[in-house]
C-alpha cells in the first residue's frame, strides 16, 4: 500500500514559480513510475509529467513542456513538479500519482492506469 501527501500549492501571480512536492510512503517498485494530474474546475482530469522510478525517464504534457519540470529523490521517497511560467491556465489541484506496474517504457496518460492518488494540492495563479 502507499500513501501519498503533496504539498507547496499555493496562490501566485501569473509568470511566477511552484515547486510542488510528494511524499510517499510505502514502497514504489522499481517498475513503478510516479507522476502528476491536475484537474480545473469543470474539467477532467489531465495528466501533467510522469517519472519512471528505476531510471528517471520523463515524459510531459504538451501543455507544460518547457516550463514544468519533474524530478525525483528515491531516497526520500520524494517527487517534485517544478512548475515556471506559471499562467492562469494553470490554475488547478494537482494530485500525486503512482503506478506500480511495468508498462515497458510506455507513458500514460490515462487516470485509471494509476494506482494510488494523493489528495491533491490546489494551485491558483492570478492573471
Known amino acids: 500500500q502507499v500513501q501519498l501527501v503533496e504539498s507547496g500549492g499555493g496562490l501566485v501571480q501569473a509568470g511566477a514559480s511552484l515547486r510542488l512536492s510528494c511524499a510517499a510512503s510505502?514502497?514504489?517498485?522499481?517498475?513503478?513510475?510516479m507522476g502528476w494530474f491536475r484537474q480545473a474546475p469543470g474539467k477532467d482530469r489531465e495528466f501533467v509529467a510522469a517519472?519512471?522510478?528505476?531510471?528517471?525517464?520523463?515524459n510531459y504534457a504538451d501543455s507544460v513542456k518547457g516550463r514544468f519540470t519533474i524530478s525525483s529523490d528515491n531516497a526520500k521517497n520524494t517527487v517534485y513538479l517544478q512548475m515556471n511560467s506559471l499562467t492562469p491556465e494553470d490554475t488547478a489541484v494537482y494530485y500525486c500519482?503512482?503506478?506500480?506496474?511495468?508498462?515497458?517504457?510506455?507513458?500514460?496518460?490515462?487516470?485509471?492506469?494509476?494506482?494510488?492518488w494523493g489528495q491533491g494540492t490546489q494551485v491558483t495563479v492570478s492573471s
Open positions: 510505502g514502497q514504489i517498485l522499481s517498475t513503478g513510475t
Open positions: 500519482v503512482v503506478d506500480q506496474s511495468y508498462r515497458g517504457g510506455f507513458f500514460s496518460n490515462l487516470p485509471l492506469t494509476y494506482n494510488y
Open positions: 517519472i519512471t522510478w528505476s531510471r528517471g525517464r520523463t
